[in-house]
């Protein structure tokens, strides 16, 4: 690595994205295969970040039960009944091990709109409508003004 793309430890955030119970769990409805046996060391990474007090930000998808949120791909699932990350239900939260209290729960009306929710001293949880966390959010604007030059 060069100078210009070695980790500055110093001025880092995390960012997790879709760590949701419904794309995580073992026998899931849209389970993403091999990120349960990777949670451990997600969780070892955010240990770190609290530690040293970087900013941690947990990227979240919210699939409304009429579709009208919904990527192309799953909208007819999500049309014909299947609740997939489905706004204050267990499969939409945050895999407990991951979060910085186990009882915290989402809080989708703020996340929806496009707050983020904040979990913990400098870890926040941010809805994005589409696949890319920067698409449509404030994501990028947050990074640079809130946690300065990361």
């Given at each position: 690595m060069?100078?210009?793309t070695l980790p500055k430890q110093s001025s880092s955030a995390l960012i997790s994205i879709d760590v949701q119970n419904d794309f995580t769990l073992i026998g899931a409805p849209m389970?993403?295969?091999g990120t349960h046996e990777k949670v451990l060391q997600m969780l070892q990474?955010?240990?770190?970040?609290?530690a040293a007090e970087r900013p941690?930000?947990?990227?979240?998808r919210l699939y409304l039960p009429?579709?009208?949120?919904?990527?192309?791909?799953?909208?007819?699932?999500?049309?014909n009944g299947m609740a997939i990350a489905a706004p204050s239900t267990t499969g939409a939260e945050l895999v407990d091990e991951l979060k910085p209290d186990k009882?915290?729960?989402?809080?989708?009306?703020?996340?929806?709109?496009?707050?983020?929710?904040?979990?913990?001293?400098?870890?926040?949880?941010?809805?994005?409508?589409?696949?890319?966390?920067?698409?449509?959010?404030?994501?990028?604007?947050?990074l640079h003004c809130s946690f300065g030059n990361l």
């Open positions: 060069n100078k210009y389970e993403i295969r990474l955010l240990t770190a970040f609290r941690i930000i947990h990227v979240i009429d579709g009208s949120n919904v990527d192309a791909c799953r909208k007819e699932m999500i049309e009882l915290i729960r989402l809080t989708p009306e703020g996340l929806l709109q496009g707050e983020f929710q904040l979990l913990g001293k400098q870890e926040w949880a941010m809805y994005k409508p589409r696949w890319d966390a920067f698409y449509q959010t404030t994501l990028e604007s947050r």
